[in-house]
């Protein structure tokens, strides 16, 4: 079944948000004014919002360092997430997690890890307590080429696959493990082959095409709910921007400029704008209407999170043991 | 009262505490046909099925994952680490994840996880099968730490950590299996932060961990007969740490020894001397001693082996060194 245009356009949707709010990480970090660390998703927007449009609040997801869009893709609110990013108090975490770990239960946000492959384990034993309380539910992992090499990625694999949990393993193979190109970390070219191992569907999807990515794991999503098990969805995608902000060039210095502009031609954004345009789905007018309300959203998250208070110091000690 | 091994206290709770709450299953390397490297799950999966004692895969992070994970979503996991040499395979999952998720995201999430794993010298493990590291995880946030030292405590002790929202190191000495001693029958808790006094004195303070605590009671009956006070203290866990009845005691004493089988450097007895000297100073009469395995790795010979775990005589030696002190 084809997605339907109030589909198509949630989709756009979403990722609008998620570059928006991107492109509003860029400009306060180049002004100084973010905290601390920013990796940010423009480029990836298709892999999250694609896989995320197959889920409902109940379901979960576990995200990676790079993971706005993992949390805004999921429902995740731009007030609360902007706010984290700048250490204030009305942040999805008080202040205490950042941008690498912004996590939002009631959204089935498990969390944000900064420890690369850490998501794999937890992620499983999600799936496993869905399964031993026969929930109808699922976990999307998101991970990136370079977690695919970490051991924990591995075990979580095997395990899921042993005892047939309702997890989706979702890798974002961006060409990059921090700096270093896929074909100088790992001997392989598709991550999906890695599925071969572990007995579970390994597939191969264009993680620039939101419509590709969502039928992928909408099957993937069907096949853990009937009690089949895991799968293996390679997404091959590219961050446009560095690994983090400050990133030089924006990674110029490992990888070539004229491959950073020919991956911004298939823009996400712009590749579902075209098909709407010329399919004859939704009109320009409707799609620019859109677009200035994200935006508009964006900038209120922003003045939300500058209006917001931080934390008390005091607050440091607070939350630790429930 | 009718009289258990350790052993048999463990095997007790967890059957209990499976009983008591469909929640509650468990996870680990060799814990269900086989019984448990050391039989503390013998018979539990014969009785509750493969889907709540489930033997895992030897993927220790894996393990704590699901342990994790499936805590997060409403279950109560006990998991288990066969040997805590094992836990630097899955440092990662315990000490940035599991020990870190709640505060990190702003206390929103509770992570009712139990890790069981074993410690301690004296088999013949070597490096890599016999260290006593349980201090090493008091340095990191969000992990509360039992160190059970009799099968009256590890039943309770259980209990408690079992029904604890937080993931919870749970550390059984592994020379304690067979060790008897009186444990009720029936449901009962041994609260988390609250040290047991195992032997009251005036002279010295002992504090011992695990299986410590004998050979520290031992040398405390012994000097009892000459006369000599040993204040003999086990904590129970390390935490919560009951800082309360230690600083007591040793204001009552002014001298302590501190016996644990950890590594020297970093140990469990160098918290409390520190806690001591911040917390104490006017009343020390005396050097504070630790009474520790030496810095180096278990090693194999049984000569060497017996030569590295701190004995009686080490035990003795300290508290005679404190009392020259007047």
Known sequence: MKASKSLMLEMLKKMLEVRYFEEKVVDQYARGAVPGLAHLYIGEEAVAVGACM?????????????????????????????????????GYCKGKGGSM????????????????????????????????QKLDRVVICFFGDGASNEGAT??????????KLPVIFVCENNLYGI?????????????????????????????MDVLAVYEAVKEAVKRAKSGKGPTLIECKTYRFRGHHEGDPNLGARYRMKEEIAAWRKRCPIECLKDKLIKDKIAKQRELDEMEEDVKRRVEEAFVYAMESPFPNPEEALEDLFA | MRELTFREAVVEALDMALERDPRVFLLGEDI???????????????????????????????????????????MRPIVEIMNIDFMPVCMDQLVNQAAKMRYMFGGKMKIPLVIRCTCGAGRGGAAHHAQATHGVFMHFPGLKIAVPGTPHDVKGLLFTAIEDENPVLFVEDKMMYNVKGEVPEGYYTVPFGKAAIRHEGEDVTVIATLRMGYRALAVAKEMEEKGIGVEVIDPR??????????????KKTGKMVIVD????????????????????????????????????????????????????ERIRQAVYRVLEYA
């Open chain 2, 32 to 74: 269900g046909y086989y019984g448990g490297l050391f039989q503390a799950t013998q018979g539990l999966l014969q009785k509750y099925g493969e889907d709540r004692v489930m033997d895992s895969p030897i993927s220790e992070s894996a393990i704590i994952g699901a342990g994790i994970g499936s805590a997060i979503v409403g």
């Open chain 1, 179 to 207: 700096s270093v190109a896929q074909h100088r970390h790992q001997a392989i070219k598709d991550i999906a082959a890695r599925a071969a191992g572990y007995n579970m569907p390994g597939l191969i999807v264009d993680g």
């Open chain 1, 154 to 163: 591995h075990e979580a694999m095997n395990f899921a696959s042993l005892h």
């Open chain 2, 237 to 250: 866990t390390l935490c919560p740490l009951d800082k309360e009845t230690i600083i007591n005691s040793f």
């Open chain 2, 261 to 312: 089988e950890g590594n020297r450097v970093g140990n469990f007895g160098s918290e409390v001397a520190s806690i001591i000297a911040e917390e104490a100073v006017d009343y020390i009469q005396a050097p504070i001693l630790k009474v520790t395995a030496p810095h180096v790795p278990v090693p194999y010979s049984p000569v060497l082996e017996k030569f590295y775990i701190p004995d009686e």
């Open chain 1, 101 to 132: 770990h912004i996590a939002a239960f009631e959204k089935g946000i498990l969390g944000a890890m900064g420890i690369v492959g850490s998501g794999g384990p937890i992620a499983t034993g999600a799936a496993l307590g869905i399964k031993r």
């Open chain 1, 54 to 90: 197959n889920l409902t609040d109940e379901d979960y997801i576990t995200s990676t360092h790079r993971g706005h869009g993992h949390c805004i893709a999921k429902g995740g609110e731009l007030k609360p997430m902007m706010a984290e990013l700048f250490g204030k108090k009305t």
